[in-house]
């Protein structure tokens, strides 16, 4: 909190978790963001784009859902299982304090990993994600049915 403005913010968009103020925010990191994370969790750094008054930073999040993780899967009891998904965090500043934090990732990608949402009928994808932000030799398009016969076009 030291690293902060007086009043931040930070908000998990696909969640809707963080908070307003350093009150507010204090008590989430403490009980519910930093020390949630499974203990095999893993930030892998992709890119990194630094602004006058912001950076972003591109990452794959890994973890085994062993315990909750309130900021990510509120109310999800740990499913034992491997998840790798790319997130994005754009962090602002004002002078050389943090005001805000918007970080984002694709929660249908983390339903599926932990077998919450079926990806038969929907057009998501599961680990394949993480997959292919580290790897861009492997498939693209595989979840466009028309693609195979375009290649003739």
């Known amino acids: ?17 963080g908070g307003v103020g350093a009150k507010m925010l204090s008590r989430f990191y403490k009980n519910h963001f930093v020390n949630s994370n499974p203990p095999d969790t893993v930030l892998e750094p992709i890119s990194r784009t630094v602004g006058a008054t912001q950076i972003v930073d591109e990452m794959l999040f890994c973890f085994t859902h062993t315990t909750e993780i309130p900021w990510m899967l509120p109310g999800i009891a740990p499913t034992g299982r491997r998840v790798e998904v790319p997130l994005v965090a754009i962090v602002k500043f004002r002078g050389d304090k943090l005001y805000h934090e918007h970080i984002y990732w694709d929660q249908a990608s983390v339903l599926v990993q932990i ?5 038969a009928s929907l057009p998501v994808v599961g680990i394949e994600e993480g997959r292919k932000l580290l790897d861009e030799n492997l498939p693209s398009n595989t979840l466009m049915a028309a693609w195979k016969s375009s290649a003739s076009h």
């Open 1 to 17: 909190m030291a690293t902060m403005v007086a009043e931040p913010y930070v908000n998990h968009i696909p969640t809707m978790t």
């Open 115 to 119: 077998g919450r949402l079926d990806p």
